[in-house]
C-alpha cells in the first residue's frame, strides 16, 4: 500500500481525501486495462472512467458553472497513473482536450462538456505543428476569415487522441497582430471536411497519437473559443492548469515505482541478507522517497493556489511539472537498477514505468521550458 499520509496535508479537504481513497479502490477492481490495441483501450477506459463518475472532474458541469478543481484533477492523474499509465492518459486527454471550453467556451461550445464529461465523447488538444513545439508563437497554421465563416489551412502534429477525438481544440493562426497575439482558438469536430489524420505515430509507450491535416477546413465563426487574437493565452492558461497535473501523473509512476521497489528489497536476499539492509540499497530509497515527497509538495501547492482563486500559477505550475517529472525518470531509473535483469525484462511493471515517464518530460513543455518560464517570472518579479 502506497504512503497515503501526503493526504493529511493542509492542501486538502475532506471531500479530496473521500475521493483518493474511493478512486483507489475503484482502480483496483478496474485496472490495468488490456492494452493490447491502445485505440480500444482508451475508447472503453473513457467510456467507463465515463460511466462511473470520474470525469465529471475533467471539466466544468456545463449545467453549474464552476471552476475546474486542480486538486481534484492531481489526485485523479496520480491514482490512474499509479496503476495504469493509459488510464491515466485518458483522463487527462478529456481535461486537456477541453480546458479551453471549460475556461472560455460559449453556453453553446460547452454542451460538448456533457459528452466529454459521461465519457461519449473524446477529445484533443491541437497546439504543436511540425514547425513550432516549444515556440508557440511561431505557429504556422492558418485561419482566415471569410465572411460568417474562417478557413483552416496547416498540419498539427504530436496530437494526443489524433485519430479517435470526436473534436479537436485548434490553434491558427489569425493575424490581428504578429506573433503571439495572433492567433485564435476553434472548436472543430473531427467529422469536419477537410480534417485528415496523415500519420498515426509510434511512441515508446504506445498510447493514440497522430499527426492531422487541415485542408481548407471550413467551420463558422461561433467555432472560435474565446476572443479572436487570444489564442495564446488561452493556450497558456490551459497549459497553466493541466501542467500541474502533468507532475501529478509523474508522481504516481514514481510513488508506483518506489513502492515496487520496497518490496523487492525486503523480499530479495543478497549476501545472505534482505537487499534491504544494505546501506548502499537505503541510500537509493531514501533519494526516491524524498524525491516523491518534494514532488507532491510542489504539485499539490500549484494546485491549492489555484483552486485557493490565484489568478495565474504559471511559475508554480512550470516548477511543479519540471521537478516531478525530471525525478520520477531518476526515481524509476533507480527502480530499474534495484530489480536487476527483471527491470528490463518487457512487460515488467518497473519497465514499462521507464517508457511511460520519459514523454512527460517532453510534452505539454520541455523541461527547458519550464526552467525559461521560472526564470522568466523570477526576473519579472513574480
Ligand atoms: N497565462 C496568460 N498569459 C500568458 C502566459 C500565461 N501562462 N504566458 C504568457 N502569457 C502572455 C504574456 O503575458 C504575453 O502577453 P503581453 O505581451 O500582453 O504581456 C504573451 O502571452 C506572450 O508571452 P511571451 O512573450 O512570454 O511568449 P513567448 O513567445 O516568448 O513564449 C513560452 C513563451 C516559451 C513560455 C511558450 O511558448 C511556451 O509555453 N511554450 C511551450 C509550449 C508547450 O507547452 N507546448 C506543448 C503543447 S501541448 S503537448
Known amino acids: 500500500m502506497p504512503d497515503a499520509s501526503f493526504l493529511n496535508w493542509p492542501f486538502f479537504e475532506d471531500r479530496h481525501r473521500e475521493l483518493a481513497a474511493s ?16 485505440d480500444a483501450a482508451c475508447k472503453a477506459l473513457v467510456a467507463k472512467l465515463g460511466q462511473d463518475g470520474w470525469l465529471t472532474h475533467s471539466a466544468i458541469d456545463p449545467d453549474a458553472p464552476g471552476v475546474l478543481d486542480v486538486r481534484s484533477l492531481c489526485l485523479i492523474r496520480e491514482t490512474l497513473a499509479r496503476h495504469d499509465g493509459l488510464a491515466d492518459f485518458s483522463f487527462a486527454m478529456q481535461g486537456l482536450g477541453t480546458g479551453a471550453i ?7 461550445q460547452q454542451n460538448w462538456l456533457r459528452q466529454t464529461r459521461a465519457g461519449t465523447a473524446l477529445s484533443a488538444f491541437a497546439l504543436s505543428e511540425p514547425r513550432s513545439g516549444s515556440d508557440v508563437a511561431a505557429m504556422d497554421m492558418t485561419a482566415t476569415r471569410d465572411g460568417n465563416h474562417f478557413v483552416l489551412n496547416g498540419e498539427k502534429t504530436w496530437i494526443s487522441n489524433g485519430g479517435i477525438a470526436d473534436f479537436y481544440c485548434v490553434f491558427a493562426r489569425t493575424g490581428e497582430a504578429p506573433g503571439a497575439k495572433g492567433l485564435s482558438c476553434f472548436l472543430v469536430p473531427a467529422y469536419t471536411d477537410g480534417v485528415n489524420i496523415a500519420e498515426r505515430l509510434e511512441v ?20 472560435v473559443i474565446g476572443e479572436p487574437g487570444q489564442g495564446f493565452k488561452i493556450a497558456m492558461s490551459v497549459l497553466d492548469v493541466f501542467r500541474s497535473t502533468v507532475g501529478a ?46 514532488s507532491a509538495l510542489l504539485v499539490y501547492r500549484a494546485a491549492w493556489t489555484k483552486d485557493t482563486g490565484a489568478a495565474r500559477v504559471t511559475r508554480e505550475a512550470a516548477m511543479a511539472k519540471l521537478h516531478a517529472t525530471d525525478t520520477a525518470q531518476a526515481v524509476i ?12 525484462r518487457s512487460g515488467h511493471i ?14 505539454e513543455g520541455a523541461s527547458d521550458v519550464q526552467k525559461v518560464v521560472i526564470a522568466r517570472q523570477m526576473l519579472a518579479g513574480g
Open 204 to 223: 515508446i509507450a504506445p498510447h493514440p497519437l497522430a499527426r492531422l491535416e487541415f485542408d481548407d477546413v471550413r467551420v463558422s465563426a461561433d467555432a
Open 249 to 294: 501523473a509523474a508522481l504516481g509512476f514514481a510513488r508506483r515505482a518506489l513502492d515496487e521497489t520496497l518490496a523487492r528489497v525486503r523480499e530479495r536476499e543478497l549476501f545472505g541478507a534482505p537487499m534491504a539492509e544494505l546501506q548502499m540499497v537505503q541510500g537509493h530509497v531514501a533519494d526516491m522517497a524524498l524525491d516523491v515527497d518534494a
Open 333 to 344: 531509473d533507480r527502480a530499474v537498477q534495484l530489480h536487476g535483469g527483471d527491470g528490463v
Open 350 to 363: 518497473v519497465e514499462s514505468l521507464y517508457r511511460e515517464i520519459r514523454a512527460l518530460r517532453i510534452y
Open 102 to 108: 471549460s475556461l472560455f467556451g460559449t453556453v453553446e
Open 23 to 38: 478512486l483507489d479502490c475503484w482502480c483496483q477492481a478496474n485496472l490495468p486495462a488490456d492494452h493490447s490495441d491502445v
